[in-house]
C-alpha cells in the first residue's frame, strides 16, 4: 500500500539548498522504484531524478546532474532529494511517485508510476 507525503518545499535563494523527503506511510519502500517529478504550469510533468528497486541504479536528469542527489531512508520509510546550488529554473511543484519492482531506466517517464504523492512546492528566488 502506498501513502506517499513530500516535505521540504519552500522558498530558497538561488545557490541555496533544500531536501525534500517522500515518505511512504504504508509498506515499506524498499521494493518500490520511487521517482521525484517536477511540473511548472502549462508544462509536461517532468522527470527529475529516479531511485530503482533494491538501490539497483539511479537516474538524473541532465538539468540537475551534479546538483541534485536521490537517496534513501530506509530508517523513515522515505527517499531524499538533496538538491544543492537551486537556479529560479528549478522552481516548480516537485512531486515523488512509487511503483513497485521497476529498474529506472534512461526511458523512465510518470507514466510509468502508479503511486503518487500530492506534491510540495519549491520557489528559488531573490
Known amino acids: 500500500q502506498l501513502q506517499l507525503t513530500e516535505f521540504g518545499g519552500g522558498l530558497v535563494q538561488p545557490g541555496g539548498s533544500l531536501s525534500l523527503s517522500c515518505v511512504n506511510s504504508?509498506?515499506?519502500?524498499?521494493?518500490?522504484?520511487v521517482g521525484w517529478f517536477r511540473q511548472v504550469p502549462g508544462k509536461e510533468r517532468e522527470t527529475v531524478s529516479c531511485?530503482?528497486?533494491?538501490?539497483?541504479?539511479?537516474l538524473y536528469a541532465d538539468s540537475v546532474k551534479g546538483r541534485f542527489t536521490i537517496a534513501r531512508d530506509s530508517a523513515k520509510n522515505a527517499v531524499i532529494l538533496q538538491m544543492n546550488n537551486l537556479t529560479p529554473e528549478d522552481s516548480a511543484t516537485y512531486y515523488c511517485?512509487?511503483?513497485?519492482?521497476?529498474?529506472?531506466?534512461?526511458?523512465?517517464?510518470?507514466?510509468?508510476?502508479?503511486?503518487w504523492g500530492l506534491g510540495t512546492q519549491v520557489i528559488v528566488s531573490s
Open positions: 511517485a512509487a511503483e513497485l519492482n521497476l529498474f529506472c531506466g534512461d526511458s523512465i517517464t510518470p507514466n510509468y508510476f502508479s503511486g
Open positions: 504504508g509498506n515499506d519502500l524498499k521494493r518500490y522504484a
Open positions: 531511485i530503482s528497486t533494491d538501490n539497483l541504479g539511479t
